[in-house]
T-cell receptor, first 118, second 115 residues
């Protein structure tokens, strides 16, 4: 069975500092990996996704993530954070569909609360 | 394209009552997913539709829960005889599958409080 572990429940950081949010997954098959952001009282917004190809994926708002198959990790990074990046971040994994109508349900981690302080 | 919408945004009900939520997906998206998110947790998959067919249901979806997507467009999620443990944010997502992975776009959610 697939699972996702986000290693830090809370990450406090000062504005303009770099940040890394850690995500490890476990799966016996090839996977697709995603990072979503959730602002208070809102739904989830896709930041970036890894499907195949280059292991370094760039997303919106200056975020990027690196897929590491040997370490089963997909850590999210940003070189310089802003106050507006304060939000909950979720890592998710989806199976590679094996059958035509097989769904791509997402398995989420428990989330990391990023708090950017001035 | 106005995104995924959900109604109502908030619902407060008493234990034992039935509630129904609605999700309107992005136009032309053929897949629709329901997730449940409790406080401090990531979303958990409940069920999904491809067009009007409900193709997968989670074990989390007890027999008090039922979902429909009658014409392959909007979907409803009904909870009968609500319990306090049903209090959560219910999220809907839609996607357009093209044979590979589909990217899911989420609505703002419906927050349910059962008193």
């Amino acid at each position: 069975a697939q699972s996702v572990t986000q290693l830090d429940s809370q990450v406090p950081v000062f504005e303009e500092a770099p940040v890394e949010l850690r995500c490890n997954y476990s799966s016996s098959v090839s996977v697709y990996l995603f990072w979503y952001v959730q602002y208070p009282n809102q739904g989830l917004q896709l930041l970036l996704k890894y499907l195949s190809g280059s292991t370094l994926v760039k997303g919106i708002n200056g975020f990027e993530a690196e897929f590491n198959k040997s370490q089963t990790s997909f850590h999210l990074r940003k070189p310089s954070v802003h106050i507006s990046d304060t939000a909950e971040y979720f890592c998710a994994v989806s199976d590679l569909p094996l059958r035509r109508n097989q769904g791509g349900k997402l398995i989420f981690g428990q989330g990391t609360e990023l708090s950017v302080k001035p | 394209d106005t995104g995924v919408s959900q109604n109502p945004r908030h619902k407060i009900t008493k234990r034992g009552q039935n509630v129904t939520f609605r999700c309107d997906p992005i136009s032309e998206h053929n897949r629709l997913y329901w997730y449940r998110q409790t406080l401090g947790q990531g979303p958990e998959f409940l069920t999904y539709f491809q067009n009007e067919a409900q193709l997968e249901k989670s074990r989390l979806l007890s027999d008090r829960f039922s979902a429909e997507r009658p014409k392959g467009s909007f979907s409803t999620l009904e909870i009968q005889r609500t319990e306090q443990g049903d209090s959560a944010m219910y999220l809907c997502a839609s996607s357009q599958t093209s044979g590979g992975v589909d990217t899911q776009y989420f609505g703002p959610g419906t927050r349910l409080t059962v008193l």
